[in-house]
T-cell receptor, first 113, second 114 residues
Framework: DGGITQSPKYLFRKEGQNVTLSCEQNLNHDAMYWYRQDPGQGLRLIYYSQIVNDFQKGDIAEGYSVSREKKESFPLTVTSAQKNPTAFYLC????????????FGQGTRLTVV | GENVEQHPSTLSVQEGDSAVIKCTYSDSASNYFPWYKQELGKRPQLIIDIRSNVGEKKDQRIAVTLNKTAKHFSLHITETQPEDSAVYFCAASNPQGGSEKLVFGKGTKLTVNP
């Protein structure tokens, strides 16, 4: 059963801590993306990667970091430098670029406590 | 960079009526325009898309129109049903722009009242 999986579904973080959100796909997609979703703000791009060992900053990359060591995996680390990390995070993947259908994970809701 | 504006932010219709959501984009080089539907608590899913060499595309009760000159595109849902209630996002991308990223509008919350 092909798809894109995010974990965990819910995540709680204490202030000052780094946390890592997992995103795995078995669709053999080259490109992977991280979006942040806030109420009334739509989907804002954090980071994206079109090939293994390469990634680019999106519109709101500050306070976040990523790695792309394997084609299947694109983890996102929310660092303590991110001032307002509480949000819903969505990972997506596409075959090559964003001019084809993007498949989204089910999302991770991060809350800072 | 690309900027996508979406209107309205909320839309309430009676079951059976039509719903129209409009988006404008800023980058004239953008050539791919998908629409995603996100039901409450679920992931966004593609419902229809259009490319710049086409002016209109239809899939059952859903249609999308594109006006490249005016740089706007619209989603039309006819004979709305309660299960159409969701948040709808438009998006635009310019694969030739170097970044190949998809820029989303802020979303429209559609409520279909029975």
């Amino acid at each position: 059963d092909g798809g894109i999986t995010q974990s965990p579904k819910y995540l709680f973080r204490k202030e000052g801590q780094n946390v890592t959100l997992s995103c795995e796909q078995n669709l053999n997609h080259d490109a992977m993306y991280w979006y942040r979703q806030d109420p009334g703000q739509g989907l804002r791009l954090i980071y994206y990667s079109q090939i293994v060992n390469d990634f680019q900053k999106g519109d709101i990359a500050e306070g976040y970091s990523v790695s792309r060591e394997k084609k299947e995996s694109f983890p996102l680390t929310v660092t303590s430098a991110q001032k307002n990390p509480t949000a819903f995070y969505l990972c997506a993947s596409t075959r090559r670029s964003m001019n084809t259908e993007a498949f989204f994970g089910q999302g991770t809701r991060l809350t800072v406590v | 960079g690309e900027n996508v504006e979406q209107h309205p932010s909320t839309l309430s219709v009676q079951e059976g009526d039509s719903a129209v959501i409009k988006c404008t984009y800023s980058d004239s080089a953008s050539n791919y325009f998908p629409w995603y539907k996100q039901e409450l608590g679920k992931r966004p899913q593609l419902i229809i898309d259009i490319r710049s060499n086409v002016g209109e595309k239809k899939d059952q009760r859903i249609a999308v129109t594109l006006n490249k000159t005016a740089k706007h595109f619209s989603l039309h849902i006819t004979e709305t049903q309660p299960e159409d209630s969701a948040v709808y996002f438009c998006a635009a991308s310019n694969p030739q722009g170097g970044s190949e990223k998809l820029v989303f509008g802020k979303g429209t919350k559609l409520t279909v009242n029975p």
